[in-house]
């Protein structure tokens, strides 16, 4: 099994920066790549941004030039920073790690925390 931990959830201003961070653990398994996602009042989960363990990245439009996803010195370390946020950035974000085991690849969610932007 594998344990997300995550912090930097929190209240903002329209403009401000937050920034979330998210660790792995777990024996036996390989993390290979990590993400955010996230979820606003009344809408479906969307993916916000990924990235692999070989540093490829990955951003839904919405949010390109104003996060970054990095990883962090533990390779099981992913963080996002977002800047310049939106009221339409608010929702519940969940960490993902995707992990490889000799049973195959599974991907494995955080418990979600809360970004709510508002003046």
């Known amino acids: 099994q594998v344990q997300l931990v995550k912090s930097g959830g929190g209240l903002v201003q329209p403009g401000g920066s937050l920034r979330l961070s998210c660790a792995a653990s777990g024996s036996g398994v390989s993390i290979n790549g990590m993400g955010w996602y996230r979820q606003a009042p009344g809408k479906q989960r969307e993916l916000v941004a990924t990235i692999t363990n070989g540093g490829s990245t990955n951003y839904a439009d919405s949010v390109k030039g104003r996060f970054t996803i990095s990883r962090g010195n533990a390779k099981n370390t992913v963080y996002l920073q977002m800047n310049s946020l939106k009221p339409e950035d608010t929702a519940v974000y969940y960490c993902?790690?995707?992990?490889?085991?000799?049973?195959?690849?599974?991907?494995?969610w955080g418990e979600g925390t809360l970004v709510t932007v508002s003046s």
């Open positions: 993902n790690a995707y992990g490889l085991s000799l049973q195959g690849g599974r991907n494995y």
